[in-house]
């Protein structure tokens, strides 16, 4: 426990106040130290730092407990089980005080490693499915082109042809196709469209 007498107030400035801390306590409001090596952070509000500037007894209260993180860091990492892997100290504007660890039941990473295997061998069996639709499309393609080139062939052996024609007078319309169909020549003609 601290003493009254060792806890100075008075401050004029929240960063004076702060540097005076940090001075005693080097881990508070210096972003992530090391305690037990654990990632450790402890973060003091600014707001009640103002507060415990000419509050003596708001001051002593901080101070007994940023005093004390470093056993209480060490009970963590001593009584949790697994590994911690984070901890993290944080006083807020009133005064009140949250602790959150973070910590792992595989510490040689022997579960990481297996889900990582199990994840790639999903991946790997997710684009072996994805390779055979495409594969399966693409011969279905093939096979559709096969089949439109052997009736476009067969087309041509046979000399068929399609005409067709628009307009609003059938008899003249009639006309103009046994007109273009006498002018055919060349059997590899398929299709035209002729519009009146």
């Excluded at 504007?93 to 022997?110: F, H, L, M, Y």
């Excluded at 889900?115 to 594969?135: D, F, G, M, S």
């Amino acid at each position: 426990m601290t003493k009254t007498e060792q806890i100075k107030t008075g401050y004029s400035n929240v960063n004076d106040y702060s540097k005076y801390l940090q001075g005693k306590y080097h881990y508070v409001n210096t972003g992530t130290t090391s305690m037990q090596g654990v990632p450790t952070t402890v973060s003091v509000s600014s707001a009640f730092l103002q507060k415990c500037m000419n509050d003596p007894e708001k001051a002593k209260y901080l101070e007994e407990n940023l005093a004390a993180i470093p056993d209480c860091a060490k009970s963590a990492v001593n009584g949790c089980l697994g590994t911690l892997t984070n901890l993290s100290y944080k006083v807020d504007e009133n005064g009140n005080i949250s602790v959150a660890i973070s910590g792992t039941n595989d510490p040689d990473g022997k579960i990481a490693k297996e889900n990582a295997e199990r994840k790639v061998k999903e991946n790997r069996e997710k684009e072996e499915k994805v390779k055979e639709k495409r594969a399966a499309k693409k011969a279905e393609e093939e096979k559709a082109a096969k089949q439109r080139a052997e009736k476009s062939a067969e087309r041509k052996e046979t000399g068929d042809y399609t005409l067709s024609i628009t307009g609003n007078d059938v008899k003249s319309m009639t006309q103009s196709l046994v007109a273009e169909s006498v002018s055919i020549s060349a059997p590899d003609r398929s299709s035209f469209d002729i519009k009146a």
